[in-house]
C-alpha cells in the first residue's frame, strides 16, 4: 500500500508494508479509525456519550462492493482518502457533530457491517437490529438485551442506539446476515476474543453518504439530514478549520524552518494535529451557529410535511445542550478518560496549540486537588480510576512552573512598557491630546495585564501550597514521597514488580515543587527542605555511576531522564552525563528506542506482550520516554548524545508518518524493532515529539 501526506505544496509518499490504517475524530469524543481489513474490534465508527463518558461502536467495515483491497492512502490531516481500484473513498468526520461524511469518486455500492456495543463488551448474545425509514432516512435500530446465557437476567433492555443514514441514492437492499471476523491484531496483542460475528446490514447505492449517530433517534436524524444538505458548506468550513491550525506560530515556525527536512516537518504538524485531535471539548462548534439554525429550519420543515408515530413527534434540537465536558484523551482507542498525569504532561505541547484549552485544564486541576494533596487518577470509567497517582500532582507543579516563567517574562515587558511612558510623559509632545489619549489607554490595558498576573499568581500558590502541605503530612517520610505500588506512571505488575516505595521521578518533581513554592512565597522553610531533600536523594540514589530508580534499588530504567526533565539541578551537567553513559549501555536499542527496563534484566521482555502485561513495563519502548529523553540528553549534552538524538526523532518521524495509523502517534514499540503497538493515538507520545523538536532545532 502506498501512504500518502498531503499538506499543500509539501506532500511525502512511501510504500508501506503494514497494512496501514487512519483515525479521524469529531472534537467531542467520537472517532473513526479504518484500515484495509478489519484487523481489531476496536476500528470502525465510535460514538463518545458525553453524560456516561462511555464509548459506542456503531459500524464495523464499510465495504465497497467488488473491490480489492486499497492500494493508497491519504491523510490529508482533516480527511483521509482511500484508493480502492478506480474508486476513491474520502472519510471525514465534521468538528462538533456524531456523523461520518463518507463518499465515492464515482457512484457505487457500498456493504454496511454493524457491530454496535459498548466499546469493551463483548457479549454476542442479546443483540437485535431493525430496520427502517423515518423522516427522509434510513434508520438502523440496534437493541441491546440482556440474555441468559450470558448475564444474569434475560430479555432485559440495556440501551438502544440509532444510526441515521441518508445518500444521494435512497437506493438500500436488506443483507440482514451475520458474518464471523477474526481479528488477527487482537489476536497478536492476546486481547480476546479474536473472532466475533458482526451484522451485515444493508447494501447501498450512491457516491455521497451521511452516518448520524445517537442515543436518540430524533437527534440523528435531524443531524445527518442538516449535514447532508449542507455538505459542501462543511467541508469548507472544516478546511478553513485546519487552515486556522496551521496559522499556528509554533507550526509555521517549523515549515519556515530550513534546517528541517519535509519528513520532520509533515511528523510534527502531524503530532499537533493528532494532539489536538484527543481534546475533547462538548462546546466545540467550528461549523458555526448558522449550521445548528439551518438543521432547526429542517426539522421544522420536516415536522410540517409528515406525520410521524407518536415516538417520534417530539423534535430534539441539534444544539441540545448537554453537561458540559472537556479534557484530553489519553489515547484511543482504548484510554478514552481523562487521566490527570497523561494530560498533564502534554499540556505544554498542548498550550502551543490550543492556548485557551490548555489554560482552562491547568485551571480546572488547580481546582481538583483532594485533601491528601494529590490529584485523582483519571475520570471515567475504567479500573485504574482505583489507583493512586504519586506523580500527577508533580506534573501540576512542573506545568504551573512553566506558567509562571511566562508570567514573570511579561512582567519583564509590562516593566520596559512602562519605562517607555515615563520617557514619553516627560517629552515636551506630551501634552498633545493623542498623547495623552494614547498614555491613558495604556495605562488602562497595563493595570488590567497586572491584575491578570497578580490573580493568576493567587490562584496557582494557593492551591499549590494546600496541596504540598497535605502531601508533607500524608505522603512524606525521612524527607521523601512515598508511593504504594503501581502510583507511579508504571502501573502495571510482573514478577513482584511494582515500584512502591520510593522513587526516583516522584523525588525529582517534589525537589521542582519545593523550588517553585519558594519562588511564589519566599518562605525559607521551602528552600530548606528543597535542600534537606536534594541531599538526601544525592546521598542514597547517586552511586557516581547510576541514578537509582529506587530507595536500595538500582535497576536500570529510564525514568532517569523524567527526574532530570523535572529537576536537572539534581546532578551536574557532567554528572547527568556519567549516568546517562551508563544508563544507555543497559537501556539502549538500536533502532532508536530505550527499553522501559535494563535489556539484561531476567524480566526484560523483547517482544510486545499486548494485553499480557509481561512486556509493558518491562521491555516495550514506550514513545513518550523515548521524545523525552532525547529532550534531556539534548539538554545535557547535544554534541556528545548527537547520534541518540537523531535516532530517536528518526525512530518517532518513521513511527508517525509511515506505521500503524499513520499521522498519528502510538503508544509504544516492542523492544526487539520498531513497530506501532498499543494504542493507535497517544496523547503524551505526540506531547514530547513536539516538545522535542522545538527543543532541538530551535
Known amino acids: 500500500m502506498e501512504a500518502i501526506h498531503t499538506l499543500g505544496i509539501l506532500n511525502i509518499k512511501r510504500n508501506v508494508e503494514e497494512d496501514a490504517g487512519f483515525l479521524l475524530t469529531n472534537k467531542k469524543g467520537g472517532y473513526c479509525s479504518f484500515y484495509n481489513k478489519p484487523l481489531s474490534r476496536y476500528q470502525g465508527l465510535f460514538y463518545f456519550d458525553e453524560k456516561t463518558m462511555d464509548m459506542y461502536k456503531f459500524i464495523e467495515d464499510i465495504g465497497v462492493t467488488g473491490s480489492n483491497d486499497a492500494v493508497s492512502l491519504k491523510n490529508g490531516f482533516y480527511f483521509a482518502q482511500r484508493r480502492k481500484g478506480s474508486i476513491i473513498e474520502t472519510f471525514q468526520m465534521p468538528a462538533g457533530f456524531n456523523s461520518l461524511i463518507y463518499e465515492l469518486s464515482d457512484k457505487h455500492e457500498i456493504d454496511l457491517i454493524m457491530d454496535c456495543k459498548l466499546s469493551a463488551d463483548n457479549r454476542e448474545w442479546g443483540r437485535y437490529y431493525d430496520i427502517s425509514e423515518e423522516g427522509g432516512c434510513l434508520i438502523i435500530k440496534f437493541t441491546k438485551k440482556t440474555d441468559a446465557r450470558e448475564d444474569a437476567t434475560d430479555a432485559m433492555e440495556e440501551y438502544n ?54 442515543k436518540n433517534m430524533n437527534n440523528a436524524i435531524n443531524e445527518c439530514e442538516a449535514i447532508f444538505n449542507n455538505l459542501d458548506e462543511t467541508r469548507m468550513k472544516e478546511k478553513n478549520h485546519f487552515i486556522q491550525f496551521l496559522d499556528n506560530n509554533s507550526i509555521k515556525k517549523i515549515l519556515k524552518n530550513d534546517k528541517i527536512g519535509n519528513e520532520i516537518k509533515i511528523a510534527y504538524i502531524n503530532a499537533a494535529n493528532s494532539l489536538n485531535n484527543l481534546v475533547v471539548d462538548s462546546k466545540y462548534k467550528p461549523i458555526g451557529s448558522e449550521f445548528g439554525q439551518l438543521s432547526e429550519r429542517a426539522a421544522v420543515l420536516r415536522e410540517r410535511s409528515q406525520s410521524l408515530s407518536s415516538s417520534t413527534s417530539s423534535r430534539i434540537r441539534l444544539n441540545e445542550t448537554h453537561p458540559h465536558s472537556a479534557g484530553i484523551f489519553a489515547g484511543l482507542p482504548w484510554f478514552f478518560q481523562f487521566w490527570a498525569r497523561d494530560t498533564l504532561i502534554s499540556l505544554k505541547a498542548l498550550f502551543k496549540i490550543k492556548n485557551e484549552f490548555a489554560k482552562k485544564m491547568l485551571f480546572a486541576y488547580l481546582n481538583k486537588i483532594n485533601e491528601d494533596g494529590r490529584l485523582v487518577n483519571l475520570s471515567g470509567k475504567r479500573d485504574s480510576a482505583k489507583l493512586g497517582c504519586a506523580d500527577a500532582n508533580g506534573w501540576l507543579f512542573l506545568r504551573c512552573n512553566e506558567i509562571v516563567e511566562q508570567i514573570n517574562n511579561n512582567k519583564d515587558i509590562i516593566g520596559s512598557i512602562k519605562e517607555s511612558m515615563i520617557l514619553l510623559r516627560q517629552h515636551r509632545s506630551s501634552d498633545s491630546i493623542k498623547i495623552r489619549e494614547y498614555l491613558k489607554k495604556c495605562n488602562s490595558a497595563i493595570n488590567k495585564k497586572e491584575y491578570e498576573c497578580h490573580k493568576t499568581i493567587y490562584e496557582i500558590e494557593s492551591s499549590l501550597e494546600k496541596s504540598l502541605a497535605s502531601l508533607l503530612k500524608l505522603h512524606t517520610k525521612d524527607s521523601f514521597e512515598v508511593n504504594e505500588k503501581l502510583e507511579t506512571w508504571m502501573d502495571t505488575e510482573f514478577g513482584n514488580d511494582t515500584r512502591d516505595g520510593i522513587r526516583i521521578e516522584i523525588q525529582a518533581l517534589r525537589l521542582n515543587m519545593y523550588k517553585l513554592m519558594f519562588e511564589l512565597t519566599q518562605n525559607q522553610k521551602y528552600r530548606i527542605l528543597e535542600n534537606i531533600s536534594k541531599n538526601k536523594i544525592i546521598e542514597k540514589f547517586w552511586n557516581g555511576k547510576i541514578l537509582a530508580d529506587g530507595l536500595n534499588d538500582f535497576t536500570i530504567r529510564p525514568n532517569i531522564f523524567i527526574a532530570a526533565y523535572a529537576y536537572p539541578e539534581l546532578l551536574t551537567n557532567k554528572e547527568w552525563e556519567i549516568c546517562f553513559d551508563n544508563a544507555l549501555k543497559g537501556l539502549w536499542l538500536d533502532w532508536g528506542g530505550l527499553s522501559t527496563i535494563d535489556k539484561n534484566n531476567p524480566l526484560f521482555a523483547q517482544v510486545s506482550t499486548g494485553e499480557n502485561i509481561k512486556s509493558y513495563h518491562r521491555g516495550d519502548s514506550w514513545f513518550w520516554i523515548n521524545n523525552l529523553s532525547a529532550l534531556v540528553l539534548n539538554r545535557v549534552n547535544k554534541t556528545k548524545f548527537k547520534k541518540q538524538i537523531q535516532k530517536i526523532i528518526l525512530a518517532s518521524t518513521e513511527e508517525i508518518l509511515w506505521k500503524g495509523c499513520i499521522g498519528c502517534h502510538a503508544e509504544l514499540s516492542s523492544a526487539k524493532e520498531l513497530s506501532s503497538k498499543g494504542c493507535f493515538n497517544q496523547a503524551w507520545s505526540n506531547a514530547m515529539f513536539i516538545e522535542l523538536i522545538d527543543e532541538v532545532y530551535f
Do not use: C
Open 161 to 214: 442506539l440509532y444510526l441515521a443514514i441518508k445518500s444521494d441514492k435512497s437506493t438500500h437492499s436488506k443483507n440482514d446476515k451475520w458474518v464471523e471476523r477474526h481479528y488477527l491484531n487482537d489476536e497478536e496483542r492476546n486481547s480476546q476474543p479474536f473472532r466475533r460475528y458482526v451484522y451485515n446490514a444493508v447494501r447501498l447505492l450512491g457516491s455521497r453518504f451521511v452516518f448520524s449517530m445517537s
